[in-house]
């Protein structure tokens, strides 16, 4: 049975219901696409195949319900790529840290399965079931919702928590359930969910490689106010500046508002909405004492030597995950790999989250003693 959910009483009598459950599923619908934050449109929570509920947040006027059940300990939360939704429903309950997590796309990459794999991928290789995924990308805001939809949104979670039975004996199979725990504890943690500042934004945009040091401050300059207005006018960053037009501008350094018209694609309008605000942040970018502007990126080591580095760091990461059944990718990606490289190269690796938690368990002192010989067999 589904219910649909869309006034205040019902939603905190559902709340309290689900509180009553040891485990329970959770899913989002959310649009994305013109905005820069996302906007959430449908929450769906299930305690298994035949209790499923529905919830309209656009008609909920207290959502404060849902706040407290992420919260509580004694209820699991079943979810599929949870950094996807839980930053939205946090966003929606008042910021509630969220408690208990179980993320159905993480507990694979501990069992055998891979980082990547979709839910429905997970539920047609464990319990034998196809979901029909062709309204993944239909209008969730518009309401009344379609059939279609309703039945979509609510196969989402009503398997979850079966699926999650069946990942959590394989992850305790391969004896990985430690390991599995402590990286769920990251969603109970009040960094998991804090917006990057602004300042250090720049650091996103690829293509700076050749940038010196003063390039860079004016860089760091420009991502920072791009960062702050679209946060603030709740526009994707592209609307205002794309990649391109920053790293343009980086290195035309217009000085009055025609030599923004030479930046491809800036059009009129937004010279006339932020050029003034864009030619600002360059002046303060131009005028940041040397000794404070960011260091280029810069290697002692040859790009041969690098990357001999990094394949051998990846090597001792497969060479470890494949027998305890643990994704590669999740337990050190590639890019983890090369600044873990790149910390080594500086001294200053000891901090390296690769060197801390169950990572560093795996991997053991076999890294620490790579690292102390310079890499040398």
């Not at 991502?223 to 501008?249: F, G, H, N, S, Y």
Request: aromatic share 8%; glycine share 4%; charged share 25%.
């Amino acid at each position: 049975m589904t219910l649909w959910i869309d006034n205040d009483a019902d939603f905190s009598a559902l709340c309290r219901e689900a509180a009553q459950h040891p485990c329970i599923a959770l899913d989002t619908e959310f649009i994305w696409s013109s905005t820069f934050y996302p906007r959430l449109a449908l929450v769906q929570l299930s305690w298994g195949r035949e209790h499923c509920a529905l919830i309209d947040p656009q008609a909920i006027q207290n959502p404060a319900p849902l706040g407290e059940l992420l919260e509580n300990p004694h209820v699991r939360k079943i979810l599929h790529e949870a950094p996807s939704d839980l930053p939205i429903l946090r966003n929606w309950c008042g910021a509630p840290l969220p408690a208990a997590i179980f993320d159905t796309r993480l507990a694979a990459a501990f069992c055998g399965l891979s980082l990547s794999c979709s839910l429905n991928k997970l539920l047609t290789e464990l319990l034998q079931i196809t979901l029909d995924k062709s309204e993944t990308r239909s209008d969730w805001l518009q309401r009344p919702l379609t059939d279609k939809q309703l039945q979509y949104a609510s196969e989402d979670v009503i398997m979850l928590p079966e699926l999650a039975l069946q990942l959590e004996d394989r992850i305790k199979t391969f004896g990985n359930l430690a390991c599995f725990e402590e990286e769920m504890i990251l969603f109970s943690r009040p960094d998991f969910y804090r917006l990057e500042e602004p300042e250090n934004c720049w650091q996103r945009i690829g293509g700076s490689g050749n940038f010196d040091a003063r390039r860079l401050a004016i860089l760091r300059e420009l991502a920072a106010w791009r960062e702050m207005t679209a946060r603030e006018l709740d526009k994707p960053r592209p609307r205002i500046l794309k990649d391109e037009q920053v790293l343009a501008i980086t290195t035309l350094l217009p000085q009055t508002l025609a030599d923004l018209r030479k930046i491809p694609e800036f059009w009129p309008k937004h010279i006339q909405k932020y050029g003034e605000s864009i030619l600002a942040a360059i002046q303060r970018g131009q005028h940041v004492p040397l000794e404070d502007c960011p260091s280029p990126q810069t290697l002692k080591m040859s790009v041969q030597v690098y990357r001999k580095r990094v394949a051998r760091l990846q090597a001792l990461v497969k060479k470890r995950c494949e027998p305890r059944g643990l994704d590669p990718s999740l337990v050190a990606p590639r890019r983890e790999i090369s600044s873990l490289v790149q910390a080594a190269e500086k001294g200053n690796w000891i901090n390296h989250s690769l060197m801390h938690g169950w990572r560093a368990e795996l991997l053991g002192d076999t890294l620490r003693t790579m690292i102390k010989n310079n890499f040398e067999e």
